[in-house]
């Protein structure tokens, strides 16, 4: 049963004040995950977006702003924004970026050497239906070279194995041999570390909730009607709406909540199923305050991630 409080997410308005404490939270952040060692800090582009979910409109110019700031910590951009862009600007800045940051923003695609445009109106790559987590698209993955991440919040029902064990698959179908499950992925979690499971639960709800109007409206929640993402906008309606809980979330696998041992205990379980997988992706729901995330990454940190001393770091997102 929802017993959040707030306005609903369409009509949110922050000041601008507000929305420009967005940079300093990054800062705050990538600071700090540089300092315990994680290995990379994801963000993605957003524009016209007064609620205040997200507010970073120019993730290379932050990322050039960032490595000044910090030692060690990759920087990458979850998504742009593309018709924000004119492509070969969006390159070049690309390019720009990862010159001065000494290699450090995450990009594949720009650190080829082929190009292509068909107009009119750019048209790169050519138009296609939206590919989801379809054969069609997994097998075109698979023939560039593309690797994969499964996000965390959103990917609802925990690792979501049957795109896991479609991409595999489509690695076999382009010439890859001996793949194992995982491979070329990363998976993502939301989590929250308390004493108990039953604490992190209480405790990370109204964020889980907040997460859930933001999302859900986008149809980026699984398994929601018509109805109910109406009704996610209704305070008055949305408590007896039947909507994800952090509950179902936990229980599915897609939230991690609990002491350190037992986030451990589910990594390895993770681990155990695709022993292909070299990175995890960890974050917080959006809303979640910055003084919360600083302490939930240090505790990580410190008990969780020298359980998998020696592998390649978790990223951390952020918009």
């Avoid at 409109?57 to 910590?73: F, K, Q, S, Y």
């Avoid at 993955?141 to 991440?149: L, N, V, Y």
Wanted: aromatic share 10%; glycine share 10%.
């Amino acid at each position: 049963m929802w017993d959040m409080e707030g306005p609903p997410s369409t009509t949110a308005s922050s000041p601008m004040s507000n929305l420009a404490t967005a940079f300093d939270k990054a800062q705050t952040i990538a600071q700090q995950a540089d300092r315990l060692g994680y290995d990379t800090f994801w963000m993605a582009e957003h524009h016209f977006q007064p609620e205040g979910y997200e507010c970073l409109p120019n993730i290379l110019l932050l990322d050039v702003h960032l490595a000044h700031l910090t030692e060690r910590i990759k920087l990458g951009c979850a998504f742009n924004i593309t018709p924000m862009w004119h492509p070969l600007r969006l390159a070049e800045d690309f390019a720009t970026a990862d010159i001065l940051t000494g290699g450090r923003v995450v990009f594949k695609a720009f650190n080829q050497q082929s190009f292509s445009h068909h107009g009119k109106y750019y048209d790169i790559p050519p138009r296609v239906p939206y590919r989801g987590g379809t054969p069609r698209a997994l097998d075109f993955m698979a023939k560039h070279g593309i690797k994969g991440t499964i996000g965390g919040g959103v990917a609802v029902g925990g690792a979501m194995d049957s795109v896991v064990v479609g991409y595999r698959d489509a690695l076999v179908r382009a010439g890859r041999e001996d793949v194992e499950l995982g491979e070329d992925l990363s998976i993502g979690f939301h989590f929250y570390l308390a004493d108990t499971q039953e604490k992190a639960i209480r405790e990370a709800a109204r964020y889980f909730e907040e997460h859930l109007k933001m999302f859900g409206p986008l149809r980026l929640t699984r398994g929601l009607n018509e109805q109910q993402i109406r009704d996610i906008s209704e305070p008055k309606l949305a408590p007896y709406a039947g909507l994800p809980t952090l509950e179902g979330a936990v229980k599915a696998g897609a939230f991690l909540c609990g002491p350190p041992e037992q986030i451990i205990e589910s990594f390895k379980k993770v681990e155990d199923r695709y022993p292909g997988l070299e990175r995890v992706n960890v974050s917080h729901p959006v809303g979640t305050p910055q003084k919360v995330i600083l302490e939930q990454l240090e505790w990580f940190a410190q008990e969780v991630m020298p359980a998998f001393k020696g592998r390649v770091g978790p990223s951390v997102p952020a918009d």
